[in-house]
C-alpha cells in the first residue's frame, strides 16, 4: 500500500491511499470512526479512477498517523479471522 501525507497537523492528517477503493476505504473510515479518539473519518474518490484521499481528525490533539496505522492492523486481523473461519467450513 502506497500512502502520500498532503497535509500534517497535530490532530488532522490528509491522505492519498493509492489503488484502493470503495471498499477498503468504507472498512477503514467504518474501523476509525469506533475509535473514541477520531473526530471525523471521511474519504472522498473524486473521479472514476482516482486514489482515494482520506481526510481523519483526532479529538484531544492526538496525533492521526498512529490512529489510521492501528485501524488498518485491526481490519487486516478481522480479514484473517475471516479466513480462518472459512477455512474451517
Not at 473510515?29 to 473521479?47: G, W
Amino acid at each position: 500500500m502506497i500512502v502520500k501525507v498532503l497535509d500534517l497537523e497535530k490532530d488532522k492528517v490528509r491522505l492519498i491511499i493509492k489503488g484502493e477503493g470503495h471498499t477498503f476505504m468504507n472498512a477503514l473510515v467504518e474501523e476509525l470512526l469506533n475509535d473514541p479518539d477520531v473526530d471525523v473519518a471521511k474519504y472522498v474518490i473524486e473521479f472514476q479512477f482516482s486514489d482515494p484521499e482520506l481526510l481523519v481528525t483526532t479529538k484531544s490533539k492526538k496525533n492521526p498517523l498512529p490512529i489510521v496505522k492501528k485501524a488498518c492492523k485491526r481490519i487486516s486481523v478481522h480479514c484473517n479471522e475471516l479466513i480462518k473461519e472459512m477455512k474451517k467450513s
